[in-house]
């Protein structure tokens, strides 16, 4: 995890993709690496007995247990990359690590491990030794003279904060502020050790207290040892990077820590040492969210929770407006957690892909929202649940959620499921105005039998499966979010996107459909006797559909809704289906859509315009149609300047402007 400068949130990157906007450190990495000499994948660790300790670092070699998705990432990446010996044989004065050492010492010595080394990149945590006796602005000098030094060898730094110890506390969090500002100054990255032990035990982070008598050495469960001073190693937490095995083992959350920052260093300096399954499917071309605005003040009612009874004892408690930060972590759950006061944040301290929600394949629901309004689910991962990831229990009045920059990966019925609303309810309690945002939903495979007992032959045949399943929404926006592999057993699961039972004035806007049995769905062919129209006044624009057999985009029993601006790819598709409109849809318009292949399944009649669209195999024009990419790689006569001009669509899927004469499709190719 590195940290910005001033900011306790971590900002790792997903392998395989580059943040929205980079961190301030990136560049001058690259200019540092530019200098480097020596051989690539060498880490040096500079250090005193916390760093010569090979209860750091070197158990990675191992069994990792537990590892979120980023940490999964990264050891993939670093064990390919990384030098066998630069894993436990680098330890010893030698090459920059001994017990009892201060920072004076490594800037006497640290020019000639560098001589030796040549490391192309060095975690440097020296401090613990100092608090005694020296001052923070010398701390500070010292240190940022140890990093100077490795830049100008062309090895790039990565400055960790000085843990908590017992009777310096004000002090060490002193030298923690003084690293940060050693890191900010040289624009380098800081790797929030203390930040992160004082955030996950805020008041018993101390193995010296009395209420840790009955344990020995360095077996306390706590961060930091019985003799207030080193990281704690429980046996039972070695390697275990599970949410209790990062607040009980100081020596695994500093390795965590250490190997999402290196991980992200080699990313940005070796951008090519990044392989395909080095992390989600996630590309650097997908919508991304706004930046996030710079840390204030933290809300008035916040709780941080780094253990699941933690986690649930926040929810159980919830006022209004708590906000619930979840360090990163993997939680595994085994049985639901519900939010059901109104304003109530549940946001990972991460990055999406370090906060992990567990249901381990058997949990039915995972979280549940009940009878509440406000709520936002934001930056982190729900993953292996057998029926639905985040459920709202519409039924009870669920109104405002907002659920952004989520993963929901491997979930077996639906990630996102607003349930029926009975009728002498529904225009009280009908979920209303709800965003679904920046979200990532992906499966690693076709659905099985096994996943869901209750999806049988007698049943569903294994394809009850979909993303995004809401009855009765009002006013929702689905925006920016990404569905790739989500199938059934046959290759007949519902919608990536399905909006149905009264849906009204929704909007599906910027997001990308990939290998998917069916692709964004307003309606669908069943309707109760108590539903006349599955959606009305609901638009689709600016997406990409790619290989979505069942429908790429379909409606069905709707009325006045729009489909435009939007681009379809599967010039194979067996159901030629591209974009369908069957039974009775008054007012249905598609307009301006680029349509790669087969022509618009009309079996609806003249209820539905098709206007102005263009139908064809336009897949040499795409970046990259294997991965979905539908932006426009070159013009073309039959697409540029050749669309209606609508106000209302003034940018397309990129956010870019459209001009006087638009394109057709989602992508606008500036003239």
């Known amino acids: 995890m590195i940290r910005a400068a001033g900011l306790v949130a971590a900002a ?6 580059p943040p929205a906007a980079e961190s301030g450190w990136m560049a001058s990495a690259r200019r540092i690496h530019a200098r480097f000499t020596g051989q690539a994948g060498t880490i040096a660790h500079f250090g005193d007995s916390i760093t010569v300790s090979q209860a750091y670092w070197a158990p990675l070699q191992g069994q990792v247990r537990n590892a979120d998705l980023e940490a999964q990432a990264a050891l993939r990446l670093l064990r390919r990359r990384t030098l066998p010996e630069c894993w436990s044989q680098w330890r010893g004065a030698e090459y920059g690590s001994e017990g009892g050492r201060t920072v004076g010492w490594a800037r006497e010595r640290v020019a000639g491990w560098l001589r030796r080394l040549n490391p192309e990149m060095a975690v440097i945590l020296f401090g613990t030794n100092d608090l005694p006796n020296l001052s923070p602005e010398q701390y500070g000098e010292d240190l940022r003279a140890v990093a100077q030094c490795c830049m100008d060898n062309g090895t790039v730094p990565l400055v960790t904060t000085v ?56 077996e306390v469960p706590t961060l930091i040892s019985r003799d207030g001073v080193h990281p704690s190693n429980p046996a039972a937490h070695v390697a275990d990077f599970s949410a209790e095995g990062l607040s009980r083992s100081g020596c695994t959350l500093r390795s965590y820590l250490t190997l999402l920052a290196c991980a992200e260093v080699a990313r940005t300096i070796d951008p090519a040492a990044v392989q395909p399954g080095d992390g989600p499917p996630e590309r650097p071309w997908h919508p991304r969210p706004p930046a996030p605005p710079e840390a204030g003040a933290r ?61 381990g394949g058997t949990l039915g629901e995972l979280i549940q929202i009940t009878a509440c309004t406000g709520v936002a689910i934001e930056s982190l991962t729900v993953q ?45 309690n009908a979920p209303s105005d709800c965003v679904v945002e920046y979200c990532l939903f992906y499966n690693d495979r076709p659905k099985r039998f096994e996943d869901d007992e209750t999806d049988t032959a007698a049943t569903f045949n294994g394809n009850y499966v979909g993303g995004i399943d809401v009855m009765f929404p009002r006013r929702w926006v689905i925006r920016g979010c990404v569905f790739t592999g989500i199938r059934g057993r046959t290759g007949e699961g519902r919608g990536a996107v399905f909006l ?6 929704c909007r599906v806007e910027r997001c990308v459909v990939v290998d998917c049995d069916s692709g964004i769905c307003l309606g669908n062919s069943f309707r109760p006797p108590d539903v006349k129209e599955h959606a009305i ?47 009775d849809n008054p007012g249905l318009l598609v307009v301006n859509c680029l349509l790669s292949g087969p022509p618009p399944s009309n079996e609806t ?12 195999d336009f897949g040499a024009l795409f970046a990259s149609v294997a991965e979905g990419n539908l932006h426009l790689a070159r013009p073309d006569p039959r697409i ?15 956010g870019a402007p459209r001009g006087i004469r638009p394109d057709i499709g989602a992508d606008e190719i500036p003239e």
């Not at 790792?12 to 993709?17: E, F, H, Q, W």
């Not at 900010?184 to 010296?208: Q, S, Y």
């Open 605 to 616: 009649g003249p209820q539905a315009v098709f206007r102005t669209c263009a139908i064809g």
């Open 12 to 17: 790792v990157v997903l392998a395989a993709m």
């Open 500 to 505: 149905w039972h009264e849906a009204r004035d």
């Open 640 to 654: 540029a300047g050749r669309a209606e001009r609508i106000p209302e669509v003034g940018r397309d899927f990129d």
């Open 163 to 218: 843990p908590p110890r017992h009777g310096f506390a004000d002090k060490a969090a002193q030298f923690a502020r003084q690293a940060a500002r050693v890191a900010a100054a040289l624009n380098v990255p800081l790797i929030p050790l203390h930040e992160a032990m004082t955030a996950r035990r805020p008041r018993d982070w101390d193995g010296a207290l009395p209420a840790f008598a009955a344990f020995r050495d360095y």
């Open 384 to 428: 292996n649940v057998k029926w639905n990831g985040i459920k709202l229990n519409s039924e009870t009045g669920v109104h405002r959620v907002a659920i952004r920059n989520c993963i929901l990966h491997n979930i077996w019925q639906r990630a996102v499921k607003g349930v029926k609303v009975p009728g002498g309810l529904r225009e009280r």
């Open 299 to 359: 809300p008035a009612f916040s709780v941080d929770v780094s253990t699941v009874e933690s986690l649930r004892r926040a929810l159980r408690d919830a006022k209004p407006g708590l906000q619930i930060r979840i360090q990163p972590g993997l939680y595994r759950l085994d049985r639901p957690i519900e939010i059901r006061a109104d304003g109530v944040t549940l946001r990972g301290a991460g990055t999406r892909g370090q906060v992990v929600l567990d249901g």
């Open 537 to 583: 006044g609901c638009v689709v624009e600016n997406c990409f559909v790619t290989r979505a057999p069942e429908n790429g985009i379909l409606a069905a029993w709707t009325r006045d809704c729009v489909v435009r601006h939007s681009t379809v790819h599967d010039p194979e598709s067996r159901l030629r289906r591209l974009v369908r409109a069957v039974h």
